[in-house]
């Protein structure tokens, strides 16, 4: 069943209404939260269910590493993004702020004394301890 998801102009909330297409024009669309039937719909991202084997595949094409500079924050940080959504799971907010971190540049030496839990010392470089890390060596 389609996904439908509005912002509440009255209490500002988000708001996700669950509606065949046959319902959509007929149904009374109202906040969960306040009752308003104001409500702006949202653009709803689109999600494409692939297999874990198509996913890997394509993390593992030669060509999805040429953009990469190992010694570019940003670039590296980019990389780890694109995994991260490419893999579809949720790495958790530490994961986030790292990468977030990385684009904005901030030297990876930096991060990583802000983060000693990750085991990223010995094991080979920045992501080497994270989940879906690549340490060094692409």
Avoid: W
């Amino acid at each position: 069943m389609p996904i439908y998801e509005y912002r509440c102009q009255n209490c500002r909330k988000y708001v996700v209404l669950r509606l065949s297409y046959a319902e959509y024009d007929t149904a009374k669309k109202q906040c969960s939260h306040c009752g308003s039937e104001q409500l702006t719909r949202l653009v709803s991202r689109v999600r494409v269910v692939r297999s874990e084997e198509a996913r890997l595949d394509s993390l593992s094409d030669p060509t999805s590493f040429g953009d990469v500079d190992e010694n570019d924050p940003k670039s590296i940080g980019k990389f780890m993004r694109r995994m991260s959504n490419e893999m579809g799971e949720d790495l958790g907010g530490e994961f986030d702020e790292v990468v977030g971190r990385l684009e904005s540049g901030e030297d990876p030496e930096a991060i990583e004394k802000d983060h000693p839990d990750l085991g990223l010392g010995d094991a080979g470089g920045m992501g080497a301890g994270m989940p879906g890390g690549f340490g060094d060596d692409f």
